[in-house]
């Protein structure tokens, strides 16, 4: 049987490492994601002005919806770009845009929350990138926290 691709169906082993790969990557995102919120705080003004609560809040809000986003742009690279036997095929190519995509989602969202809707406010700390002014911390963290969680993905699907 061949795909859409002309490639072979694919085999029992890539459908465990599909499986595999997703929650590897669901994971460290998750986890790095948690991390870096924690270490861009002070970039915030929450960090100085917020009370407990807002900052437990936002310690929560944070990375949950980071994985959000990090879910939809792997899930749209999959299907714009990858193939039924990924990880094992098309990883580079998907990876590209899942990172991509999820950079350029948080530079609009980075924009609206803090330009137009004054949702967060960067701190004095925050350096920031035009021409949009987007903070420099978000902008780093979607190509390293998602490289990361991809590398782990694929590391964990190769793993028996």
Partial sequence: MMTARGHGAPSARDEVNWLRAARAYLTAIAVGNLVWEIAQFPLYTIWRDGTRDHL???????????????????????????????????????A???????LA????????????????????????????????SPLLQWPVVPILALGAARTCSSAR
């Fill in 105 to 136: 989602y948080t530079i609009y969202s980075e924009w609206m929350h803090v330009e137009v809707r004054h949702t967060w406010t960067y701190s004095e700390l925050m350096p920031r990138v035009p021409p949009l002014g987007t903070g420099l």
């Fill in 56 to 94: 437990l809040l936002a310690l929560m809000h944070g990375p949950v919806g980071d994985m959000f986003i990090a879910a939809a742009a792997l899930m749209a690279a999959l299907a714009i770009f990858g193939d039924s036997r990924w990880p094992n095929a098309a990883f580079l190519r998907v």
């Fill in 96 to 102: 590209a845009a899942a990172v991509v995509f999820g």
